[in-house]
Protein backbone atom coordinates (compact mmCIF):
# COMPACT_ATOMS: atom_id res chain seq x y z
CA UNK A 1 0.00 0.00 0.00
CA UNK A 2 1.21 3.48 -0.76
CA UNK A 3 0.06 6.84 -0.17
CA UNK A 4 -0.40 9.55 -3.22
CA UNK A 5 -0.67 13.46 -2.99
CA UNK A 6 -1.41 15.68 -5.80
CA UNK A 7 -1.55 19.25 -6.04
CA UNK A 8 -2.69 21.46 -9.20
CA UNK A 9 -0.57 24.42 -9.72
CA UNK A 10 -3.00 26.37 -10.41
CA UNK A 11 -3.17 26.88 -6.21
CA UNK A 12 -6.28 24.08 -6.20
CA UNK A 13 -6.56 21.97 -3.26
CA UNK A 14 -4.60 19.31 -2.32
CA UNK A 15 -5.83 15.63 -3.18
CA UNK A 16 -5.01 12.64 -0.85
CA UNK A 17 -5.56 8.48 -2.15
CA UNK A 18 -4.05 5.43 -1.38
CA UNK A 19 -3.60 2.78 -3.13
CA UNK A 20 -4.07 -0.47 -1.62
CA UNK A 21 -2.19 -2.52 -4.61
CA UNK A 22 0.54 -3.23 -5.79
CA UNK A 23 0.62 -0.86 -9.06
CA UNK A 24 -2.00 1.70 -10.11
CA UNK A 25 -2.56 4.35 -12.55
CA UNK A 26 -3.04 8.32 -12.82
CA UNK A 27 -4.69 10.19 -15.66
CA UNK A 28 -8.08 11.22 -16.97
CA UNK A 29 -8.67 7.91 -17.75
CA UNK A 30 -12.21 6.41 -15.36
CA UNK A 31 -10.23 4.02 -14.03
CA UNK A 32 -6.87 5.87 -13.07
CA UNK A 33 -7.23 6.13 -9.06
CA UNK A 34 -7.47 9.47 -8.73
CA UNK A 35 -9.12 11.20 -12.35
CA UNK A 36 -7.02 14.25 -13.70
CA UNK A 37 -8.11 17.33 -16.00
CA UNK A 38 -6.73 19.28 -18.18
CA UNK A 39 -5.78 18.74 -22.07
CA UNK A 40 -1.72 18.19 -21.51
CA UNK A 41 -2.90 14.89 -19.26
CA UNK A 42 -3.43 11.40 -21.32
CA UNK A 43 -6.17 8.71 -20.64
CA UNK A 44 -3.36 6.74 -19.34
CA UNK A 45 -0.60 9.19 -18.03
CA UNK A 46 2.04 7.53 -15.04
CA UNK A 47 1.88 4.05 -13.73
CA UNK A 48 3.31 3.57 -10.56
CA UNK A 49 4.45 0.40 -8.92
CA UNK A 50 5.35 -1.14 -5.55
CA UNK A 51 8.11 -3.28 -4.97
CA UNK A 52 10.19 -4.25 -2.17
CA UNK A 53 12.71 -1.20 -3.19
CA UNK A 54 10.28 1.17 -3.28
CA UNK A 55 8.03 2.95 -5.60
CA UNK A 56 8.68 3.35 -9.16
CA UNK A 57 7.04 5.34 -11.83
CA UNK A 58 6.63 4.83 -15.89
CA UNK A 59 5.96 7.46 -18.35
CA UNK A 60 2.44 5.76 -20.27
CA UNK A 61 1.43 8.83 -22.08
CA UNK A 62 2.91 8.33 -24.88
CA UNK A 63 4.05 11.52 -26.48
CA UNK A 64 2.72 13.41 -23.47
CA UNK A 65 6.03 13.31 -21.12
CA UNK A 66 6.58 13.60 -16.96
CA UNK A 67 9.31 15.44 -15.09
CA UNK A 68 10.74 14.63 -11.72
CA UNK A 69 12.07 17.18 -10.28
CA UNK A 70 12.39 19.23 -12.75
CA UNK A 71 14.16 16.60 -15.17
CA UNK A 72 12.39 14.92 -17.84
CA UNK A 73 12.49 10.80 -18.03
CA UNK A 74 10.76 8.22 -18.73
CA UNK A 75 11.12 6.11 -15.34
CA UNK A 76 12.39 6.73 -12.06
CA UNK A 77 12.91 5.30 -9.11
CA UNK A 78 12.60 4.26 -6.30
CA UNK A 79 10.57 7.56 -4.83
CA UNK A 80 11.01 9.23 -1.81
CA UNK A 81 9.12 11.43 -0.58
CA UNK A 82 10.98 14.93 -1.53
CA UNK A 83 10.55 13.93 -5.00
CA UNK A 84 8.03 15.97 -7.19
CA UNK A 85 6.50 14.08 -10.15
CA UNK A 86 4.87 16.76 -12.96
CA UNK A 87 2.78 16.26 -15.58
CA UNK A 88 0.11 18.29 -16.83
CA UNK A 89 -0.78 20.86 -14.37
CA UNK A 90 -0.29 18.96 -11.31
CA UNK A 91 2.49 17.84 -8.59
CA UNK A 92 2.46 14.50 -7.25
CA UNK A 93 4.31 13.02 -4.20
CA UNK A 94 4.18 9.19 -2.97
CA UNK A 95 5.32 7.74 -0.14
CA UNK A 96 4.56 4.34 1.42
CA UNK A 97 1.51 4.19 3.51
CA UNK A 98 2.54 4.12 7.25
CA UNK A 99 6.21 5.30 6.99
CA UNK A 100 6.98 9.11 7.85
CA UNK A 101 10.03 11.12 6.55
CA UNK A 102 12.37 11.14 9.28
CA UNK A 103 14.65 13.84 7.61
CA UNK A 104 16.30 14.39 11.61
CA UNK A 105 17.54 10.82 11.29
CA UNK A 106 20.08 11.92 8.04
CA UNK A 107 23.72 11.58 9.07
CA UNK A 108 26.32 12.10 6.48
CA UNK A 109 25.73 8.71 4.49
CA UNK A 110 22.56 11.35 3.30
CA UNK A 111 21.14 10.09 0.01
CA UNK A 112 21.93 6.46 0.80
CA UNK A 113 19.76 6.76 3.98
CA UNK A 114 16.68 8.05 1.93
CA UNK A 115 16.79 5.73 -0.47
CA UNK A 116 16.64 2.92 2.45
CA UNK A 117 13.94 4.79 4.09
CA UNK A 118 11.09 3.51 1.27
CA UNK A 119 11.86 -0.31 1.70
CA UNK A 120 12.03 0.01 6.00
CA UNK A 121 8.81 -1.04 6.36
CA UNK A 122 8.94 -4.24 3.72
CA UNK A 123 12.44 -4.95 5.82
CA UNK A 124 10.70 -5.00 8.93
CA UNK A 125 8.22 -7.52 7.89
CA UNK A 126 10.46 -9.57 6.31
CA UNK A 127 12.58 -9.95 9.51
CA UNK A 128 9.95 -11.86 10.81
CA UNK A 129 10.10 -14.68 8.35
CA UNK A 130 12.69 -16.13 5.68
CA UNK A 131 11.74 -17.93 2.40
CA UNK A 132 9.25 -15.74 1.59
CA UNK A 133 11.60 -12.40 1.43
CA UNK A 134 14.13 -14.30 -0.57
CA UNK A 135 10.92 -15.39 -2.76
CA UNK A 136 10.03 -11.47 -3.01
CA UNK A 137 13.39 -10.24 -3.22
CA UNK A 138 14.16 -13.10 -6.11
CA UNK A 139 11.21 -11.62 -8.37
CA UNK A 140 12.45 -7.90 -8.06
CA UNK A 141 16.40 -8.80 -9.02
CA UNK A 142 14.99 -10.95 -11.53
CA UNK A 143 12.98 -7.98 -13.50
CA UNK A 144 15.81 -5.84 -12.93
CA UNK A 145 18.02 -8.52 -14.86
CA UNK A 146 15.64 -8.94 -17.71
CA UNK A 147 15.89 -4.40 -18.05
CA UNK A 148 19.75 -5.04 -17.97
CA UNK A 149 20.00 -8.12 -20.53
CA UNK A 150 17.69 -5.72 -22.91
CA UNK A 151 19.82 -2.44 -22.44
CA UNK A 152 22.80 -4.34 -22.55
CA UNK A 153 21.17 -6.37 -25.83
CA UNK A 154 23.88 -9.60 -24.87
CA UNK A 155 23.93 -12.36 -27.21
CA UNK A 156 23.69 -15.28 -24.69
CA UNK A 157 22.57 -17.89 -27.61
CA UNK A 158 25.93 -17.16 -28.77
CA UNK A 159 28.11 -18.46 -25.39
CA UNK A 160 28.58 -21.60 -24.34
CA UNK A 161 26.66 -22.74 -20.59
CA UNK A 162 29.19 -21.96 -18.61
CA UNK A 163 29.95 -18.08 -20.09
CA UNK A 164 26.78 -17.25 -19.77
CA UNK A 165 26.30 -18.32 -16.42
CA UNK A 166 29.40 -16.24 -15.52
CA UNK A 167 28.36 -13.02 -17.68
CA UNK A 168 24.78 -13.21 -15.51
CA UNK A 169 27.14 -13.80 -12.39
CA UNK A 170 29.10 -10.31 -12.69
CA UNK A 171 25.20 -8.77 -14.26
CA UNK A 172 23.49 -9.75 -10.84
CA UNK A 173 26.11 -9.21 -8.52
CA UNK A 174 26.14 -5.36 -9.68
CA UNK A 175 22.16 -5.32 -9.84
CA UNK A 176 22.64 -6.95 -5.59
CA UNK A 177 25.36 -4.55 -4.74
CA UNK A 178 23.09 -1.69 -5.91
CA UNK A 179 20.00 -2.68 -3.31
CA UNK A 180 22.39 -4.21 -0.82
CA UNK A 181 21.46 -1.27 1.84
CA UNK A 182 17.89 -1.93 1.06
CA UNK A 183 17.81 -5.96 2.29
CA UNK A 184 16.53 -6.90 4.94
CA UNK A 185 19.34 -8.81 7.43
CA UNK A 186 17.12 -12.33 7.17
CA UNK A 187 18.78 -11.99 3.04
CA UNK A 188 21.89 -13.02 2.83
CA UNK A 189 22.99 -11.42 -0.80
CA UNK A 190 24.94 -14.06 -1.83
CA UNK A 191 22.54 -17.02 -1.37
CA UNK A 192 19.79 -14.52 -3.19
CA UNK A 193 22.25 -14.16 -5.98
CA UNK A 194 22.50 -17.86 -5.74
CA UNK A 195 18.76 -18.65 -6.14
CA UNK A 196 18.41 -15.75 -9.24
CA UNK A 197 21.11 -17.16 -10.79
CA UNK A 198 19.61 -21.37 -10.46
CA UNK A 199 16.35 -20.14 -11.30
CA UNK A 200 17.47 -17.74 -14.66
CA UNK A 201 20.22 -20.69 -15.77
CA UNK A 202 19.95 -24.00 -13.63
CA UNK A 203 16.94 -26.03 -12.26
CA UNK A 204 16.22 -22.69 -9.97
CA UNK A 205 14.43 -24.37 -6.30
CA UNK A 206 15.23 -28.02 -7.68
CA UNK A 207 19.14 -27.25 -7.70
CA UNK A 208 19.22 -27.82 -3.79
CA UNK A 209 16.81 -30.60 -3.62
CA UNK A 210 18.40 -32.91 -6.09
CA UNK A 211 21.68 -32.17 -4.44
CA UNK A 212 19.96 -33.97 -1.06
CA UNK A 213 21.24 -37.79 -1.14
CA UNK A 214 18.25 -38.14 0.78
CA UNK A 215 16.19 -37.56 -1.83
CA UNK A 216 14.79 -39.98 -4.23
CA UNK A 217 12.03 -38.65 -6.17
CA UNK A 218 10.96 -34.67 -6.42
CA UNK A 219 7.05 -33.66 -6.93
CA UNK A 220 6.44 -29.86 -8.17
CA UNK A 221 2.81 -29.59 -8.07
CA UNK A 222 2.66 -25.64 -8.57
CA UNK A 223 5.45 -23.37 -8.28
CA UNK A 224 4.59 -22.74 -4.51
CA UNK A 225 4.13 -26.41 -3.71
CA UNK A 226 7.06 -28.80 -3.37
CA UNK A 227 7.01 -32.36 -2.26
CA UNK A 228 9.79 -34.96 -2.14
CA UNK A 229 9.99 -38.77 -1.42
CA UNK A 230 12.44 -39.51 1.23
CA UNK A 231 12.76 -43.20 2.84
CA UNK A 232 9.64 -44.01 0.72
CA UNK A 233 7.81 -41.33 2.30
CA UNK A 234 5.96 -38.54 0.94
CA UNK A 235 6.83 -34.75 2.44
CA UNK A 236 6.15 -31.24 1.89
CA UNK A 237 9.29 -28.71 1.49
CA UNK A 238 9.40 -25.03 2.08
CA UNK A 239 11.47 -24.66 -1.05
CA UNK A 240 9.45 -22.81 -3.69
CA UNK A 241 10.13 -21.13 -7.06
CA UNK A 242 9.51 -17.59 -7.28
CA UNK A 243 7.03 -17.80 -9.80
CA UNK A 244 5.17 -20.17 -12.00
CA UNK A 245 7.04 -18.38 -15.02
CA UNK A 246 10.63 -19.68 -13.71
CA UNK A 247 8.81 -23.26 -13.31
CA UNK A 248 8.44 -23.12 -17.00
CA UNK A 249 11.66 -21.48 -17.77
CA UNK A 250 13.46 -24.75 -15.71
CA UNK A 251 11.14 -27.32 -17.91
CA UNK A 252 12.24 -26.23 -21.08
CA UNK A 253 15.83 -25.53 -19.76
CA UNK A 254 15.19 -29.35 -19.42
CA UNK A 255 13.71 -30.57 -22.37
CA UNK A 256 15.85 -27.90 -24.93
CA UNK A 257 18.88 -29.63 -25.30
CA UNK A 258 17.14 -33.08 -25.60
CA UNK A 259 15.23 -32.23 -29.13
CA UNK A 260 11.91 -32.11 -27.29
CA UNK A 261 9.55 -29.26 -26.39
CA UNK A 262 6.93 -28.07 -24.55
CA UNK A 263 3.57 -25.69 -25.21
CA UNK A 264 0.30 -25.15 -25.70
CA UNK A 265 -0.11 -27.89 -28.16
CA UNK A 266 2.14 -30.20 -26.67
CA UNK A 267 1.38 -29.73 -23.02
CA UNK A 268 3.49 -32.90 -21.39
CA UNK A 269 6.79 -34.19 -22.27
CA UNK A 270 8.99 -37.31 -20.92
CA UNK A 271 12.58 -35.95 -20.45
CA UNK A 272 15.94 -36.74 -18.76
CA UNK A 273 18.68 -34.43 -16.78
CA UNK A 274 22.48 -35.28 -17.36
CA UNK A 275 22.58 -38.06 -14.70
CA UNK A 276 20.21 -39.74 -16.15
CA UNK A 277 16.80 -38.79 -13.49
CA UNK A 278 14.02 -39.17 -15.34
CA UNK A 279 11.97 -36.49 -15.54
CA UNK A 280 8.11 -35.72 -16.57
CA UNK A 281 6.27 -32.14 -17.06
CA UNK A 282 2.61 -30.69 -17.73
CA UNK A 283 1.94 -27.39 -17.98
CA UNK A 284 -1.72 -25.88 -18.26
CA UNK A 285 -4.14 -25.62 -20.16
CA UNK A 286 -4.29 -29.56 -18.40
CA UNK A 287 -2.45 -28.68 -15.34
CA UNK A 288 -5.29 -26.48 -13.87
CA UNK A 289 -2.91 -24.89 -10.73
CA UNK A 290 0.66 -24.11 -12.82
CA UNK A 291 3.37 -26.08 -14.39
CA UNK A 292 4.19 -29.47 -12.77
CA UNK A 293 7.55 -31.10 -12.80
CA UNK A 294 7.78 -35.00 -11.48
CA UNK A 295 11.76 -36.10 -11.07
CA UNK A 296 12.60 -39.45 -10.62
CA UNK A 297 16.31 -39.09 -9.56
CA UNK A 298 18.84 -41.72 -10.50
CA UNK A 299 21.58 -42.89 -8.09
CA UNK A 300 24.80 -41.72 -7.72
CA UNK A 301 26.08 -44.92 -8.22
CA UNK A 302 25.02 -47.95 -10.08
CA UNK A 303 23.50 -50.45 -7.66
CA UNK A 304 23.99 -53.97 -7.51
CA UNK A 305 22.55 -56.90 -6.69
CA UNK A 306 24.61 -56.50 -3.30
CA UNK A 307 22.52 -53.58 -2.50
CA UNK A 308 19.46 -55.12 -2.87
CA UNK A 309 20.09 -57.47 -0.43
CA UNK A 310 21.34 -54.89 2.07
CA UNK A 311 17.93 -53.27 1.75
CA UNK A 312 16.15 -55.91 2.32
CA UNK A 313 14.85 -56.31 -0.94
CA UNK A 314 15.57 -59.59 -1.93
CA UNK A 315 17.99 -62.64 -0.71
CA UNK A 316 21.14 -64.59 -1.82
CA UNK A 317 19.13 -67.62 -3.18
CA UNK A 318 17.00 -65.53 -5.08
CA UNK A 319 20.11 -63.14 -6.73
CA UNK A 320 22.03 -66.24 -7.57
CA UNK A 321 18.62 -67.79 -9.47
CA UNK A 322 18.41 -64.36 -11.34
CA UNK A 323 22.02 -64.51 -12.07
CA UNK A 324 21.58 -68.07 -13.80
CA UNK A 325 18.35 -67.12 -15.07
CA UNK A 326 20.21 -64.59 -17.16
CA UNK A 327 24.04 -65.96 -17.81
CA UNK A 328 21.42 -69.00 -19.51
CA UNK A 329 19.79 -66.63 -22.02
CA UNK A 330 16.25 -66.55 -20.48
CA UNK A 331 13.54 -64.26 -21.61
CA UNK A 332 12.57 -62.36 -18.33
CA UNK A 333 9.76 -60.09 -17.79
CA UNK A 334 9.95 -57.09 -14.54
CA UNK A 335 6.77 -56.64 -13.79
CA UNK A 336 5.49 -53.97 -11.01
CA UNK A 337 3.55 -51.31 -10.29
CA UNK A 338 4.34 -47.53 -10.38
CA UNK A 339 7.99 -46.50 -8.32
CA UNK A 340 8.12 -50.25 -7.00
CA UNK A 341 11.86 -49.90 -8.59
CA UNK A 342 11.37 -52.15 -12.01
CA UNK A 343 13.92 -50.19 -14.19
CA UNK A 344 16.51 -50.19 -11.02
CA UNK A 345 16.17 -54.37 -11.07
CA UNK A 346 16.30 -54.08 -15.13
CA UNK A 347 19.81 -52.31 -14.61
CA UNK A 348 20.77 -54.66 -11.93
CA UNK A 349 19.88 -57.50 -13.74
CA UNK A 350 22.02 -56.12 -17.24
CA UNK A 351 24.90 -56.67 -14.79
CA UNK A 352 24.71 -60.25 -15.26
CA UNK A 353 25.08 -60.29 -19.21
CA UNK A 354 28.54 -61.45 -20.63
CA UNK A 355 30.98 -58.67 -21.62
CA UNK A 356 31.10 -59.99 -24.78
CA UNK A 357 27.65 -59.87 -25.78
CA UNK A 358 26.15 -57.11 -27.75
CA UNK A 359 23.28 -55.30 -26.67
CA UNK A 360 20.79 -53.37 -27.86
CA UNK A 361 18.50 -51.24 -25.32
CA UNK A 362 15.30 -49.53 -26.19
CA UNK A 363 13.92 -46.85 -24.22
CA UNK A 364 11.25 -43.95 -24.33
CA UNK A 365 13.73 -41.58 -22.55
CA UNK A 366 17.20 -42.83 -22.09
CA UNK A 367 17.65 -43.94 -18.46
CA UNK A 368 19.29 -47.69 -18.91
CA UNK A 369 23.03 -47.66 -17.65
CA UNK A 370 25.14 -50.62 -19.08
CA UNK A 371 28.39 -51.69 -17.95
CA UNK A 372 29.07 -53.58 -21.11
CA UNK A 373 31.60 -52.10 -23.27
CA UNK A 374 28.91 -53.24 -26.82
CA UNK A 375 25.94 -51.28 -25.99
CA UNK A 376 23.88 -49.25 -28.64
CA UNK A 377 21.27 -47.47 -26.57
CA UNK A 378 18.19 -46.10 -28.84
CA UNK A 379 15.11 -43.67 -27.77
CA UNK A 380 12.08 -42.81 -29.08
CA UNK A 381 11.41 -39.47 -30.53
CA UNK A 382 8.24 -37.19 -30.02
CA UNK A 383 6.71 -35.70 -33.18
CA UNK A 384 7.60 -32.03 -33.97
CA UNK A 385 5.07 -29.01 -33.95
CA UNK A 386 3.99 -30.05 -37.52
CA UNK A 387 2.92 -33.38 -36.30
CA UNK A 388 5.83 -35.55 -38.09
CA UNK A 389 9.06 -37.27 -37.35
CA UNK A 390 7.76 -39.26 -34.34
CA UNK A 391 9.95 -42.74 -34.15
CA UNK A 392 7.65 -45.30 -31.58
CA UNK A 393 9.16 -47.91 -29.00
CA UNK A 394 7.88 -50.39 -31.41
CA UNK A 395 9.42 -48.91 -34.37
CA UNK A 396 13.16 -49.17 -33.29
CA UNK A 397 12.28 -52.69 -31.34
CA UNK A 398 11.71 -53.87 -35.40
CA UNK A 399 14.95 -51.96 -36.00
CA UNK A 400 16.60 -53.03 -33.54
CA UNK A 401 16.35 -56.97 -35.07
CA UNK A 402 18.28 -55.76 -37.85
CA UNK A 403 21.13 -54.85 -35.82
CA UNK A 404 22.21 -58.35 -34.87
CA UNK A 405 21.71 -57.95 -31.33
CA UNK A 406 22.67 -60.80 -29.24
CA UNK A 407 20.00 -59.14 -26.49
CA UNK A 408 17.86 -56.75 -26.44
CA UNK A 409 16.86 -55.10 -23.34
CA UNK A 410 13.51 -52.57 -23.76
CA UNK A 411 12.87 -50.25 -21.20
CA UNK A 412 9.28 -50.90 -20.61
CA UNK A 413 6.42 -52.17 -22.82
CA UNK A 414 3.16 -50.26 -22.52
CA UNK A 415 1.94 -51.25 -26.05
CA UNK A 416 1.96 -52.84 -29.48
CA UNK A 417 6.10 -52.87 -29.17
CA UNK A 418 5.32 -55.99 -26.54
CA UNK A 419 3.79 -58.29 -30.17
CA UNK A 420 7.07 -57.26 -31.88
CA UNK A 421 9.18 -57.75 -28.58
CA UNK A 422 7.19 -61.80 -28.31
CA UNK A 423 8.28 -62.58 -31.66
CA UNK A 424 11.92 -60.95 -30.78
CA UNK A 425 11.73 -63.44 -27.93
CA UNK A 426 10.84 -66.78 -29.88
CA UNK A 427 13.12 -66.38 -33.23
CA UNK A 428 16.45 -66.45 -32.07
CA UNK A 429 16.95 -63.63 -29.38
CA UNK A 430 17.17 -65.22 -26.13
CA UNK A 431 17.92 -63.34 -23.32
CA UNK A 432 15.81 -60.24 -23.87
CA UNK A 433 14.61 -58.29 -20.71
CA UNK A 434 11.78 -56.06 -20.61
CA UNK A 435 9.25 -54.46 -17.52
CA UNK A 436 6.11 -53.66 -17.60
CA UNK A 437 2.97 -52.37 -15.07
CA UNK A 438 1.62 -55.46 -13.64
CA UNK A 439 0.54 -55.91 -10.02
CA UNK A 440 1.12 -59.96 -10.05
CA UNK A 441 2.56 -62.60 -12.82
CA UNK A 442 -0.82 -63.53 -13.61
CA UNK A 443 -1.52 -59.94 -14.11
CA UNK A 444 1.07 -59.20 -15.92
CA UNK A 445 0.24 -62.40 -18.77
CA UNK A 446 -3.02 -60.95 -19.17
CA UNK A 447 -1.01 -57.12 -19.34
CA UNK A 448 0.59 -58.82 -22.39
CA UNK A 449 -2.36 -60.22 -23.79
CA UNK A 450 -3.89 -56.81 -23.85
CA UNK A 451 -0.91 -54.94 -25.19
CA UNK A 452 -0.43 -57.40 -28.39
CA UNK A 453 -4.04 -56.60 -29.41
CA UNK A 454 -3.13 -52.75 -29.41
CA UNK A 455 -0.58 -53.40 -31.83
CA UNK A 456 -3.91 -53.82 -34.24
CA UNK A 457 -3.54 -57.29 -35.19
CA UNK A 458 -6.61 -58.90 -35.31
CA UNK A 459 -5.36 -62.28 -33.62
CA UNK A 460 -6.75 -65.04 -31.63
CA UNK A 461 -6.61 -64.72 -27.76
CA UNK A 462 -5.25 -68.74 -28.12
CA UNK A 463 -2.46 -67.68 -30.43
CA UNK A 464 -1.05 -64.98 -28.16
CA UNK A 465 -1.41 -67.19 -25.04
CA UNK A 466 0.62 -69.69 -26.52
CA UNK A 467 2.76 -66.90 -27.76
CA UNK A 468 3.33 -65.37 -24.64
CA UNK A 469 3.84 -69.17 -23.04
CA UNK A 470 6.84 -69.60 -25.58
CA UNK A 471 8.62 -66.40 -25.22
CA UNK A 472 8.44 -65.48 -21.68
CA UNK A 473 10.41 -67.75 -19.25
CA UNK A 474 10.35 -65.62 -15.67
CA UNK A 475 8.24 -63.44 -14.21
CA UNK A 476 9.78 -61.25 -11.84
CA UNK A 477 7.40 -59.31 -9.53
CA UNK A 478 8.47 -56.13 -7.99
CA UNK A 479 6.07 -54.44 -5.01
CA UNK A 480 6.33 -51.19 -3.17
CA UNK A 481 4.46 -51.51 0.00
CA UNK A 482 2.92 -48.93 2.48
CA UNK A 483 6.14 -48.40 4.53
CA UNK A 484 7.78 -47.29 1.55
CA UNK A 485 9.93 -50.36 1.04
CA UNK A 486 10.44 -52.73 -2.34
CA UNK A 487 10.69 -55.97 -2.40
CA UNK A 488 10.52 -58.70 -4.90
CA UNK A 489 7.52 -60.39 -3.89
CA UNK A 490 7.51 -63.20 -6.37
CA UNK A 491 9.49 -65.09 -8.95
CA UNK A 492 7.52 -67.41 -11.41
CA UNK A 493 8.82 -69.48 -14.08
CA UNK A 494 5.99 -70.07 -17.46
CA UNK A 495 6.09 -73.44 -17.72
CA UNK A 496 3.62 -73.60 -20.53
CA UNK A 497 0.00 -74.41 -21.61
CA UNK A 498 -2.40 -76.22 -19.99
CA UNK A 499 -5.50 -76.52 -22.34
CA UNK A 500 -6.10 -72.70 -22.46
CA UNK A 501 -4.48 -71.58 -19.67
CA UNK A 502 -0.75 -70.49 -19.15
CA UNK A 503 1.19 -72.25 -16.39
CA UNK A 504 2.82 -70.42 -13.67
CA UNK A 505 5.30 -72.32 -11.16
CA UNK A 506 6.25 -70.14 -7.99
CA UNK A 507 9.99 -70.13 -7.14
CA UNK A 508 10.26 -67.95 -4.72
CA UNK A 509 7.76 -65.29 -2.84
CA UNK A 510 8.04 -63.13 0.20
CA UNK A 511 5.44 -63.89 2.54
CA UNK A 512 4.73 -60.99 4.79
CA UNK A 513 3.98 -61.62 8.63
CA UNK A 514 3.50 -57.75 10.23
CA UNK A 515 4.93 -55.11 11.20
CA UNK A 516 7.12 -53.84 13.73
CA UNK A 517 7.38 -51.15 16.31
CA UNK A 518 8.57 -48.33 13.60
CA UNK A 519 5.32 -49.54 10.96
CA UNK A 520 7.97 -50.96 9.04
CA UNK A 521 6.90 -54.05 7.14
CA UNK A 522 8.67 -57.69 8.40
CA UNK A 523 8.57 -60.62 6.45
CA UNK A 524 10.92 -63.45 5.26
CA UNK A 525 11.63 -65.04 1.54
CA UNK A 526 10.85 -68.57 0.90
CA UNK A 527 11.64 -70.86 -1.86
CA UNK A 528 8.52 -72.79 -2.41
CA UNK A 529 10.35 -76.06 -3.25
CA UNK A 530 9.65 -76.22 -6.58
CA UNK A 531 12.67 -76.69 -8.84
CA UNK A 532 12.27 -74.83 -12.22
CA UNK A 533 12.29 -76.87 -15.59
CA UNK A 534 15.08 -75.11 -17.04
CA UNK A 535 17.54 -76.05 -14.12
CA UNK A 536 16.45 -79.63 -14.68
CA UNK A 537 17.47 -78.95 -18.23
CA UNK A 538 20.94 -77.34 -17.28
CA UNK A 539 21.64 -80.34 -14.79
CA UNK A 540 20.99 -82.83 -17.62
CA UNK A 541 23.76 -80.86 -20.08
CA UNK A 542 26.11 -80.60 -16.76
CA UNK A 543 25.93 -77.55 -15.86
CA UNK A 544 26.85 -77.10 -12.31
CA UNK A 545 24.04 -75.32 -10.41
CA UNK A 546 23.33 -74.93 -6.75
CA UNK A 547 19.66 -77.02 -6.04
CA UNK A 548 20.20 -76.29 -2.27
CA UNK A 549 18.53 -72.86 -2.87
CA UNK A 550 14.90 -74.24 -3.96
CA UNK A 551 15.13 -75.92 -0.06
Partial sequence: MFEITVESNDGGEQEKVRCALDSCELGKSKDSILRMRGWKVAPRHVLLEKNLAGIFIKDISRGFGIKVNGTACAEFGPMKETDVLEFGSYKVNVRVAGTELKTEALDD??????????????????????????????????????????????????????????????????????????????????????????????????????????????????HDDIYVERAGRLEKTEITFSSPDAVMSTIERIVSPLGRRIDESSPMVDARLQDGSRVNAIIPP???????????????????????????????????????????????????????????????????????????????????????????????????MEGKGQVTIRELVKNCLRMRPDRIVVGECRGGEALDMLQAMNTGHDGSLTTGHANTPRDMLRRLEVMVLMAGMDLPVMAIREQVASAVDVIIQQNRFSDGSRRITSITEVTGMSGDTVQLSEIFRYQQKGFDADGKIIGEFKATGLVPKFYEDLRDRGVEIDMEIFK
Fill in 286 to 384: LALRGPCITIRKFPEHKLVDSDLIRFGSINEAMVAFVRMAVEQRLNIVVSGGTGSGKTTLLNILSNYIPLDERVITVEDAAELKLVQPHVISLEARPAN
Fill in 109 to 222: KGADNDLADTAHVEANNAADFDRPAYMEWTKFIHKELMKQLDLRRLHLDELTPDQVRDQLSDLLEKIIAGIKGQLPETVNSTKLLKIVLDETVGLGALEELLADKDVTEVMVNC
